[in-house]
């Protein structure tokens, strides 16, 4: 079995906006979950990072992007 690589022209995709003012860039930030120890497979307290991309122009995250 052959592996195939697809061809993406980025040109051809459409830009994301955000929901709030149409601005087109954004920046990773980052919400931080506890793990409390009660459900921790290791039982013990747990902070883990997950990544989000806000708007650079007014902060807000789009629900497709981890809110």
């Known amino acids: 079995m052959q ?3 697809i061809q993406v022209n980025l040109k ?3 830009d ?3 929901e709030s003012c149409e601005n087109l860039y954004f ?3 980052f919400r931080i979950k506890r793990i409390s120890p009660l459900i921790s497979p290791n039982g013990k307290e747990a902070f883990v990072p997950v990544q989000l ?3 650079t122009s007014c902060g ?3 629900k ?3 809110e």
Request: with cysteine.
């Open 27 to 29: 920046k990773p930030v």
């Open 16 to 18: 994301v906006k955000c």
């Open 60 to 62: 807000h995250i789009n």
């Open 3 to 5: 592996n195939k690589q």
């Open 53 to 55: 991309l806000a708007c």
């Open 12 to 14: 051809d995709a459409e």
């Open 64 to 66: 497709d992007m981890g």
